[in-house]
Nanobody, 123 residues
Framework: QVQLVESGGGLVQAGGSLRLSCAAS????????MGWFRQAPGKERNLVVA????????YYAGSVKGRFTISRDNAKNTVYLQMNSLKPEDTAVYYC????????????????WGQGTQVTVSS
């Protein structure tokens, strides 16, 4: 079992930055691919970014490439999402998720999910 707790969401003006954190329980954090999904009202939940077990590989959705950066610290059981140049269309609930495997996984059926954190970008 892995428990995930997100933090760092909030309200920010367009062009601003936020850093999300996701703290994981358990001693096998490095066995998991980590991803951040987001879901806007009335829309499907989609993968935004993902990172392999050792941080050697990453995936970025086209809409966030060049603005968002995912990283992980396996010693701290934590994954981060640095979001820069935020746009109103980035407004969503952001979910941290873990997939049991080492290499990038881009489908939606991750094994463990956090409770989500709201990110609101005002224009």
């Amino acid at each position: 079992q892995v428990q995930l707790v997100e933090s760092g969401g909030g309200l920010v003006q367009a062009g601003g930055s936020l850093r999300l954190s996701c703290a994981a329980s358990g001693r096998t954090f490095s066995s998991y691919v980590m991803g951040w999904f987001r879901q806007a009202p009335g829309k499907e939940r989609n993968l935004v970014v993902a990172i392999s077990w050792n941080g050697g590989s990453t995936y970025y959705a086209g809409s966030v490439k060049g603005r968002f950066t995912i990283s992980r610290d396996n010693a701290k059981n934590t994954v981060y999402l640095q979001m820069n140049s935020l746009k109103p269309e980035d407004t969503a609930v952001y979910y941290c998720a873990a997939y049991s495997g080492r290499y990038i996984y881009t489908r939606g059926d991750y094994d463990y999910w956090g409770q989500g954190t709201q990110v609101t970008v005002s224009s």
